[in-house]
């Protein structure tokens, strides 16, 4: 694997292992309120083929709750 998409996967990771963490009945929300954003602004690009050429992720169908 090369060391984006490594890099990539592993936040990812991390980032869903928090989330998991976050459902637990006595999960530390500071603990989550911090990491969260950290974690979060650590993620790299994805690595080149992650999304089909062309694609933009600020384009598409508008959702419930979007623009208020």
Request: aromatic letters at 10%.
């Amino acid at each position: 694997m090369c060391p984006d998409c490594e890099d990539f996967t592993r936040t990812v990771v991390m980032l869903g292992d928090l989330a998991l963490y976050a459902d637990r009945i006595g999960a530390d929300q500071d603990f989550i309120d911090t990491v969260g954003p950290c974690l979060a602004a650590s993620l790299p690009e994805p690595p080149t083929g992650t999304f089909p050429p062309g694609y933009d992720p600020n384009e598409g169908p508008e959702y419930p709750g979007e623009g208020w």
